[in-house]
């Protein structure tokens, strides 16, 4: 038996909007240093500006540590790799990869936030069980979207950042590799 599929589907996440984008850093945990209990402390910051302007997906971003950030003549990078070990895991094998660090991240603070940590950047981040470091903090910053920030379509979800990096990539010509 086959399910008979609709030829054309509705487009499971969407990107973010640029007036989504200002509702997002013009919100409460950007402007007036709210900390949210379900946010996990800097997590709540630090987490969708790295996401905005990287592209790595939540988990990736979650498992973060100290040694994963690298200088090589004189540009930051972050160094992905699975490392099962050391609890780091990756969605797939192409998932490996350097990713340059934006100006911007370095401006805002990013190199402090790593100089200050002791291992991993983001250690307020935890989860029960099996589950995903960073499950309990996606649930969170799904409440956050819909109640306090205002952005109420479902299909606008935190992978959404991952969707508007992408399409601002391809507007600005980067080639896919």
């Keep these: 038996i086959k399910i008979a ?9 969407l990107s973010f909007t640029h007036q989504d984008l200002q509702l997002i850093f013009s919100s409460p945990v950007f402007t007036k240093r709210f900390r949210p209990t379900g946010g996990a402390g800097d997590a709540a910051v630090w987490i969708p500006l790295i996401a905005m302007m990287t592209g790595m997906r939540l988990e990736e971003i979650g498992q973060l540590r100290k040694s994963d950030f690298k200088n090589a003549d004189g540009i930051w990078f972050i160094d992905l790799d699975y490392l ?6 990756l969605k797939n094998d192409s998932s490996r990869r350097l990713i340059p660090i934006h100006k911007t991240l370095l401006n805002l603070g990013l190199s402090d936030l790593v100089a200050q940590s002791n291992d991993r950047l983001f250690p307020l981040l935890c989860s029960a069980g099996s ?20 952005i109420e379509d479902a299909r606008k979800t935190f992978h959404s950042f991952r969707h ?14």
């Design 5 to 13: 599929k609709p030829a054309r589907q509705e487009k499971p996440r």
């Design 84 to 89: 099962p070990e050391q609890g780091r895991w």
């Design 131 to 150: 589950r995903q470091l960073t499950a309990s903090w996606s649930q969170w910053f799904g409440r956050y979207l819909r109640q306090q920030i205002g």
């Design 164 to 177: 508007t990096f992408k399409d601002l990539c391809r507007e600005a010509g980067i080639p896919k590799d």
